[in-house]
């Protein structure tokens, strides 16, 4: 079956650490995007690919990075940067219809 | 950039009322609304698509679409505790395979309440 599968579903960063949240779909979909969600919040935008090889930034691109080499793959690195990065992320990516979602990520600082 | 605004919550109902959604956007040339549903700690799953004015039904769900007044809506009928999660009005889409910047509402708490 088709779909988007993020990994991991937990992680867990020390201070001044980067890290990377995968997102590999196999939906032949053009657009991806990746969003964040604090507790009781909507989900905000941080980056999106129209396009391989193409991204921009959304609302709050900020400490975050990604790269969109394969139309499959759409990574998010999150950086030493992001100062307040314990948020769930959300891995969505769309063709001619809806969204599909990725189960998402949950990333602690410890 | 395509953006949708939800009216504002939480909202709390009894189990059986109908509870009602809102959401208006910005962009007159969309064509195709979405409504999803996110239980605590879950992602997103689509719940309904609308694509013409008027009403769509689908069992207890119905989304209503008025283009002129760039409103979409949803209705749950016979409202059940199982109903009870964040509905996310999508950005609406303008056909075709145009993308750019979508901006996601920024939901409704939907509690029902035996």
């Known amino acids: 079956d088709g779909g988007i599968t993020q990994s991991p579903k937990y992680l867990f960063r020390k201070e001044g650490q980067n890290v990377t949240l995968s997102c590999e779909q196999n939906l032949n979909h053009d657009a991806m995007y990746w969003y964040r969600q604090d507790p009781g919040q909507g989900l905000r935008l941080i980056y999106y690919?129209?396009?391989?090889?193409?991204?921009q930034k959304g609302d709050i691109a900020e400490g975050y990075s990604v790269s969109r080499e394969k139309k499959e793959s759409f990574p998010l690195t999150v950086t030493s940067a992001q100062k307040n990065p314990t948020a769930f992320y959300l891995c969505a990516s769309t063709s001619r219809g809806g969204y599909t979602f990725g189960s998402g990520t949950r990333l602690t600082v410890v | 950039q395509k953006e949708v605004e939800q009216n504002s919550g939480p909202l709390s109902v009894p189990e059986g009322a109908i509870a009602s959604l809102n959401c208006t956007y910005s962009?007159?040339?969309?064509?195709?609304f979405f409504w999803y549903r996110q239980y605590s700690g879950k992602s997103p799953e689509l719940i309904m698509s609308i694509y013409s004015n008027g009403d769509k039904e689908d069992g207890r769900f119905t989304a209503q679409l008025n283009k002129a007044s760039q409103y979409v809506s949803l209705l749950i009928r016979d409202s059940q505790p199982s109903d009870s999660a964040t509905y996310l009005c999508a950005p609406p889409r303008a056909g075709g395979t145009s993308y750019g910047k979508l901006t996601f509402g920024q939901g409704t708490i939907l509690t029902v309440h035996p």
């Open positions: 690919s129209q396009i391989v090889n193409d991204f």
């Open positions: 962009d007159r040339v969309s064509q195709s």
